[in-house]
């Protein structure tokens, strides 16, 4: 069973970075698409990151490429989002998802596991 636990959230002004870290278990990320949305009020939830490592994919949501990263450390099984000059807009709750399978789909349908999510606000 694949357990994901987000942490990292927080309360910054615009242009300060926070990050995101996901703990998963029962899984490895060579077998897993990782990914990180976001949904913030009265919005559907969107793709922000994700990536599979044993291919190489990668995938970045408009709104955040340039500065949001995803990384990973394999030796604790964590994956992080890296968020750098946040804007307002970011503000949000960040969910950690996994699925199995080869390519990065932005519909939450198609993800298998998620967390609880980490609430991220950031003031003007």
């Known amino acids: 069973q694949v357990q994901l636990v987000e942490s990292g959230g927080g309360l910054v002004q615009a242009g300060a970075s926070l990050r995101l870290s996901c703990a998963a278990s029962g899984h490895t990320f060579g077998s897993y698409a990782m990914g990180w949305f976001r949904q913030a009020p009265g919005k559907e939830r969107e793709l922000v990151a994700g990536r599979i490592w044993s291919l190489g994919s990668t995938y970045y949501a408009d709104s955040v490429k340039g500065r949001f990263s995803i990384s990973r450390d394999s030796a604790n099984n964590t994956v992080y989002l890296q968020m750098n000059s946040l804007k307002p807009e970011d503000t949000a709750k960040y969910y950690c998802?996994?699925?199995?399978?080869?390519?990065?789909?932005?519909?939450?349908?198609?993800?298998?596991?998620w967390g609880q999510g980490t609430q991220v606000t950031v003031s003007s």
């Open positions: 998802a996994a699925r199995r399978g080869t390519v990065i789909p932005t519909s939450t349908t198609a993800w298998n596991y």
